[in-house]
């Protein structure tokens, strides 16, 4: 049977969690947004996240969980987002990643939050043919790198002030 994988991320202002079958093959897929949280402030707050985090990584894993048919005894090992992102935000879900981890003696692996957005498209889909150019374009990061196989990733450039996603929000808010 391939293995199964429990992805966890909360480097932001979405808790999210996922069951990965082998090497693509998506099980579930929850995500719990607050947008609603932070809309007032025009931003991100950082407590804000980090205290919705606690309340919604349980329910979101064990949704993960049940919405992929599976027990926690069945899966082979946790992903957790540990870098980068807002530290508080990133402890909620690397401590439930750990503290899960730890209590079914499986691994942790450590993950990348923005490289993995560089493999997210192989996802239920087809592998991605290297050598391969990748654009990740979000809120926080606007980043161009040279994937030369699934492990070998270079950065080529990247903003060094305000990524395209902030700059929007930006101009948002003064319009």
Do not use: F
């Not at 540990?82 to 079914?104: D, F, N, R, T």
């Not at 493999?119 to 980043?143: F, K, N, R, W």
């Amino acid at each position: 049977m391939p293995p199964l994988l429990l992805g966890i991320e909360s480097s932001c202002d979405e808790t999210a969690a996922a069951v990965v079958e082998g090497d693509r093959h998506v099980r579930s897929n929850i995500v719990a947004t607050q947008h609603a949280l932070h809309v007032e402030y025009a931003g991100v707050v950082p407590e804000i996240a980090s205290r919705a985090h606690l309340e919604r990584i349980g329910p979101v894993i064990e949704t993960a969980l049940r919405e992929a048919d599976v027990e926690p005894g069945d899966l082979d090992g946790i992903a957790v987002g540990h870098e980068p992102g807002l530290i508080g935000s990133l402890l909620v879900g690397v401590s439930a990643g750990k503290a899960m981890a730890w209590s079914l003696d499986r691994p942790v692996l450590a993950v990348n939050h923005v490289l993995a957005h560089l493999h997210s498209p192989a996802l239920d889909d087809e592998p991605i043919t290297y050598p391969a150019l990748g654009l990740v374009v979000s809120g926080g990061h606007t980043s161009l790198y040279l994937l030369e196989d699934a492990l070998t990733i270079r950065e080529l450039g990247r903003t060094i002030d305000d990524a395209v996603g902030e700059a929007y929000d930006k101009a948002a808010v003064l319009l």
